[in-house]
């Protein structure tokens, strides 16, 4: 009889057991569809279409031929960290200094670091409900207890201050916000976000901004929670290169935090990822500070596919969607002929093979809603609209039959 004693596996890794597999359960239907010959449309994803821009490959291939292949600092490389410290000393009035930056590989580890450094298990985290599904793995992997706080749907997905500062209790650890947002593309305004820092440093609670769509903006420029808040020592920053700059698979993102909490981020990093790559970063700082064009470029088009979907998404009976000031999103309501955004995702696969993501996996708010990616060009979202459209048509005839 053998006598090897069980082996197991952390709490850690089992709260991350079947993870999100439910919210990408139509995406993931849609790509076995498409394995097996279907005409499948994806409108799921928000990974950027375009490639990323050339001389930003450019730079890491130089890099490379450079030798920079090797080791770097935990913390960052320097050149990297004084660029973004640049772009934050620009767009806000507090100076910042690369030593309050930590680069970490995508903005997904920087959340997570940062919540493993503030947070022990079973610590309560308020978050704007709907939120960014990713963030589910993020507080699952560090053990935290979400207190979701409802957006307003009615005004276009806005933060409920008042509800905001009802969550924050005795047990709060940390706030977080998204501005602009995922999955609604809403933005924060300035003076909601001094008033959330100012309250949450009063309570002793941390409060992070998740800035990755910083700069896709269709109305008015971004201001970041380091630009409006008055004072820093409670605010932490993320941002990233996945979106603005059409990079998501170099894996680029990063921390801007007080200098209490740096070194911890830092020693985290040194643990976990050992630092980044020196090409890659080597290619992040240049495209920082080579952005103009390219960025720019990337969100006229995304603004272009904006008022496209908006308007043939609006033109269809039963459903309807608000123009999103940001981000790479369309919230579209199904209520007008679904029973739940799901029902409706599950219909479009079936019947018009559309993907499209249920809005239920993002919270409660959205339960009647689906999100459409505006990363895929306007031939591609046309015919996808045309086939809703048929669909759509269809039920109306059956009706008036
Ligand atoms: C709101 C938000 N935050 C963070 C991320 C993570 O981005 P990455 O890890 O690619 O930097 C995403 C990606 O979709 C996102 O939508």
């Given at each position: 009889?053998?006598?090897?004693?069980?082996?197991?596996?952390?709490?850690?890794?089992?709260?991350?057991?079947?993870?999100?597999?439910e919210v990408w359960a139509v995406h993931d239907r849609a790509l076995d569809m498409q394995a097996n010959g279907e005409d499948v449309i994806l409108l799921c994803v928000g990974d950027p279409d375009f490639p990323t821009p050339e001389p930003i490959f450019y730079q890491a291939l130089a890099a490379m031929k450079r030798d920079r292949t090797h080791y770097s600092p935990a913390q960052g490389e320097l050149g990297l960290r004084e660029a973004v410290a640049e772009l934050e000393s620009k767009t806000s009035p507090h100076p910042c200094a690369a030593d309050d930056i930590v680069i970490f590989p995508g903005g997904t580890n920087a959340l997570y670091s940062v919540f493993s450094c503030i947070c022990d298990v079973g610590d309560e985290v308020v978050v704007p409900d709907p939120m960014y599904v990713g963030y589910c793995g993020v507080f699952d992997a560090v053990g935290v207890k979400t207190v979701p706080v409802a957006l307003r749907a009615d005004a276009n997905f806005a933060l409920d201050m008042d509800a905001m500062k009802a969550a924050i209790t005795d047990k709060t650890k940390a706030v977080i916000v998204n501005t602009p947002g995922n999955p609604c593309g809403n933005m924060i305004s300035a003076a909601e976000l001094a008033e959330l820092a100012a309250y949450t440093r009063e309570r002793g609670v941390w409060l992070i901004s998740d800035e990755v769509y910083s700069m896709i903006t269709f109305k008015q420029r971004h201001v970041s929670l380091r630009a409006a808040a008055e004072a820093l020592d409670n605010v932490i920053m993320v941002d990233g290169l996945s979106k603005s700059h059409a990079m998501s698979g170099w894996r680029v993102g990063w921390v801007v935090a007080p200098q209490s909490l740096v070194p911890h981020l830092t020693h985290l990093a040194g643990a976990s990822v050992f630092g980044c790559p020196q090409f890659i970063q080597d290619a992040a700082?240049?495209?920082?500070?080579?952005?103009?064009?390219?960025?720019?470029?990337?969100?006229?088009?995304?603004?272009?596919?904006?008022?496209?979907?908006?308007?043939?998404?609006?033109?269809?009976?039963?459903?309807?969607?608000?123009?999103?000031?940001?981000g790479m999103f369309v919230m579209m309501r199904t209520d007008g002929v679904a029973s739940s955004g799901q029902a409706f995702a599950e219909r479009l696969l079936d019947e018009a093979g559309v993907s499209v993501v249920p809005g239920a996996g993002f919270g409660d708010v959205t339960a009647n809603y689906v999100r459409i990616t505006l990363a895929q060009p306007v031939s591609v979202l046309t015919k996808a609209m045309d086939r809703m459209a048929n669909m759509l048509a269809e039920d109306a005839t059956r009706t008036a039959v």
């Open positions: 009889m053998s006598t090897q004693k069980p082996l197991s596996i952390s709490q850690l890794a089992h709260r991350l057991d079947g993870e999100a597999s700082a240049f495209a920082l500070r080579h952005d103009d064009y390219y960025v720019a470029q990337m969100r006229d088009e995304y603004k272009k596919r904006r008022d496209f979907l908006v308007a043939r998404i609006n033109a269809m009976a039963g459903v309807s969607a608000e123009s999103p000031d940001a």
